[in-house]
């Protein structure tokens, strides 16, 4: 579990400053942060998990709980980054880079506990399973849906620009 945690932190990490560093490559900016938007903070840890299922879908792919964990896992980054950020904003009235990372962390690691915990359960079934598929196929179609054409909405908008997606980015 500890290696899943470092490699999608590293990676993750990575996939902040990636697409600045690509010169803003098209394809690139699929699976990087293009702006400092809540939603691109969650992609750039959902990015480095989604891939790091390709991998443990080869460890853990027989078990029966593995779609329900593989999505859970996900959903947990998915609802705790902006979770606990706007809770933290509410209170604090403004925000902190070291906080904003201690999330991104904090996210990944407890994504990864909430994987091992589904993971370990008896089996829960063929429902749960199927439901766990539906939701990991929703997931990865959001994911695409939201990166190439991003709602106009508070979680999508770049704070700075006031834009969404690459066009939000600061340099465009």
């Given amino acids: 579990m500890w290696n899943s945690i470092i490699v999608i932190s590293i ?11 690509s010169g803003h490559n098209k394809f690139i900016a699929l699976f990087a942060a293009v702006n400092e938007s809540t939603w691109e903070h969650i992609k750039i840890a959902l990015t480095p998990s989604l891939l790091w299922g390709l991998y443990d879908g080869f460890i853990y792919g027989e078990k029966p709980n593995y779609f329900a964990a593989k999505s859970l896992s996900l959903l947990a980054i ?10 933290y904003k509410a209170v604090l009235k403004k925000t902190f880079l070291a906080l904003d990372v201690i999330i991104f962390y904090i996210s990944i ?17 063929f429902i749960f399973e199927y439901l ?5 196929f929703g997931i990865f179609a959001c994911y695409m ?4 054409q ?3 909405n508070f979680i999508f908008e770049d704070p700075i620009s006031k834009k969404y997606g690459k ?6």
């Fill in 11 to 21: 990676f993750g990490t990575l996939g902040h400053f990636i697409y600045e560093m």
């Fill in 78 to 87: 998915i609802i705790l980054i902006p979770l606990t950020f706007y809770a």
């Fill in 109 to 125: 690691i407890c994504s990864q506990f909430v994987f091992k915990y589904f993971i370990n359960l008896p089996p829960m079934g």
């Fill in 132 to 136: 766990g598929t539906i939701l990991l």
């Fill in 145 to 148: 849906v939201f990166t190439l």
């Fill in 150 to 152: 991003p709602p106009k």
């Fill in 167 to 172: 066009e939000g980015h600061t340099d465009n």
